[in-house]
């Protein structure tokens, strides 16, 4: 059983920044980021796999959020830059044996989340 815990969220006005974390307590495979708003799907929003430079992020959020990996501590984390309040929603890590997939359905193993508010 892989157990994750996000840290980080909060609220902000539109153009500031946040960091969130996740710590994961093994290294399975696939690590990303998801986001879900109210009312809303989850979507994925970045993706990494350990040991590879290339990430993956969405378009909504690509120049403004970046996913990154701390090895020795296995703290995966997800800069947010220049927040807008359509970037509010609670915001999951997740992880999954294997490779990196855009089908939530394949990701195994999730955090309890973490609530990001944007205001205008």
């Known amino acids: 059983q892989v157990q994750l815990a996000e840290s980080g969220g909060g609220s902000v006005q539109a153009g500031e920044s946040l960091k969130l974390s996740c710590v994961i307590s093994?290294?399975?495979?696939?690590m990303g980021w998801f986001r879900q708003a109210p009312g809303k799907e989850r979507e994925g929003v970045a993706r990494?796999?350990?040991?590879?430079?290339?990430?993956l992020v969405v378009d909504s959020v690509k120049g403004r959020f970046t996913i990154s990996r701390d090895d020795a501590k296995n703290i995966l984390y997800l800069q947010m830059d220049s927040l807008k309040p359509e970037d509010t929603a609670m915001y999951y890590c997740?992880?999954?044996?294997?490779?990196?997939?855009?089908?939530?359905?394949?990701?195994?193993?999730w955090g309890q989340g973490a609530q990001v508010s944007v205001s205008s």
């Open positions: 990494l796999y350990p040991g590879r430079e290339n990430t």
């Open positions: 093994s290294t399975i495979g696939c």
């Open positions: 997740a992880t999954k044996k294997g490779i990196c997939t855009a089908d939530i359905k394949l990701w195994t193993y």
